[in-house]
């Protein structure tokens, strides 16, 4: 429950803050991925305390946000946190308020991956969010058979 009001107070302060992010320390992350690919999310001089990664689609109304917690919480050492998580098949969307409207596909496009402090056990502190970092989701390609 925590997660939804976590997701929902993210992106907000995210999209207000957004100078904030241009001056992150950024260690690597990666530009493209798949469905069900792996994508990883470092970065230095953090503060101390656990962090989680997640994907969001910043396209969707205003009126609600479509996300997915995708690894975390992990603890920062010694000022440096990399987590990698599975990209999700679906996302779940939420209104202004916090209330689940409803789950939609992940297609491919853009995302935004967002590195940040937590606020809990799963939701995120949109004021301690280090990083937002687009990322390319593609579908896997289905191998042909040589039969």
Request: net charge positive; aromatic share 6%; hydrophobic share 35%.
């Amino acid at each position: 429950m925590r997660w939804r009001f976590g997701v929902v107070a993210l992106v907000p302060a995210c999209a207000l803050a957004a100078g904030a992010f241009a001056d992150a320390p950024f260690a690597g992350g990666q530009t493209v991925t798949t469905v069900g690919g792996t994508v990883t999310i470092g970065a230095g001089i953090v503060d101390p305390g656990p962090y989680t990664l997640s994907i969001a689609d910043l396209h969707s109304s205003k009126a609600t946000i479509c996300a997915a917690k995708i690894a975390g919480p992990k603890r920062a050492v010694k000022g440096n946190i990399k987590l990698t998580g599975k990209v999700p098949t679906s996302l779940r969307c939420y209104s202004s308020d916090g209330t689940l409207l409803t789950r939609v596909k992940l297609t491919p496009g853009t995302y935004t991956l967002f590195l940040c402090q937590s606020d809990g056990p799963t939701s995120c502190n949109g004021d301690k969010t280090v990083i937002k970092h687009p990322v390319v989701v593609r579908h896997v390609q289905k191998q042909k058979s040589t039969g």
